[in-house]
């Protein structure tokens, strides 16, 4: 069975070679479109150019960028608003025109927590994200943006509370707290072990992020086993998005659990 087509938004340039390079490496290896939506930066900015050289090494589509300022790097994007300060309706707005642009089967981005880190930036984004998604798909709601598109499924990408002892070992000496949930929201665990090459080629293209000793920067002092040990497995919290009624079905007078 082919993989569906996947649309990719995170927060800054290295969240989605970090939180779902894996995944989307897969799918575009199988033939399916890919594509990832980056909400801060600037595009002419050297960052995306990193941003760019990641997305080849994926293997998917070119740098889709919203252009708003990074929360703690006011330079990332001069003359924009940061990304926590622009008009709600207007972020959303523009994330719906890539969506129904795109036509993805399958969505990505940060979960509630905003990831491991928790950065204010990364839980916008989430929140965004899921307006952006429902909008899509009702005609009435950004007209301008395109013809309505509703997505399959959103998946949150997340670490268990199990993954901590292999992530703690690389953030607790940052003095970074940690983020995870309960193991039993997982609801998709990805062996992304094959297409680690191109997930750890994708990290190591965040240049900037590698010199200043960022996640990049630490994963690329590791040694492949222990990088392999960190990124072989990508965890997934899938929301639903259409609802899948058997044919003919009458709606259910209550709600269920």
């Known amino acids: ?14 969240d989605e070679s970090l939180a779902a390079g894996g995944v989307l490496a897969r799918h575009a290896a199988a033939g399916a479109r890919t594509a990832v ?7 002419d900015t050297p960052r995306a150019a990193e941003l760019a050289d990641a997305l080849r090494a994926l293997g998917t ?9 990074d929360s703690r790097v006011p330079h990332s994007a001069p003359g924009r608003p940061r990304l926590l300060d622009a008009p709600l309706d207007e972020t959303v707005r523009e994330l719906v025109a890539h969506l129904r642009a795109f036509r993805p ?14 950065h204010e ?7 965004v994200t899921l307006l952006a998604v429902h909008a899509a798909g009702l005609e009435r709601l950004c007209p301008d943006a395109g013809a309505p598109w509703r997505p399959d499924a959103l998946y949150l990408a997340t670490h268990p509370h199990s993954a901590v002892r292999s992530w703690a070992g690389l953030l607790a000496p940052a003095g970074k707290r940690m983020y995870t949930v309960p193991d039993d929201h997982v609801t998709a665990a990805v062996d992304v072990s094959p297409w680690l090459d191109r997930k750890v080629a994708a990290i190591l293209a965040h240049r900037t992020e590698v010199e200043r000793k960022a996640a990049p920067g630490l ?18 919290t899938r929301l639903a998005v259409a609802p899948t009624p058997a044919a003919g079905a009458r709606p259910e007078a209550d709600l269920s659990s």
């Open 121 to 127: 930036d990364h839980v916008h984004t989430h929140r």
């Open 37 to 43: 939506v980056t909400a801060t930066w600037a595009p």
């Open 219 to 236: 994963i690329a002092a590791l040694p492949d086993r222990e990088r392999a040990l960190l990124l072989g497995t990508e965890w997934y």
């Open 105 to 118: 089967r399958i969505v990505l981005t940060h979960d509630a927590y905003g990831g491991l880190t928790g």
């Open 61 to 69: 589509g070119p740098p889709r960028m919203l252009g708003y300022a």
């Open 1 to 14: 069975m082919p993989l569906p087509d996947v649309l990719a938004v995170f927060a800054h340039p290295d």
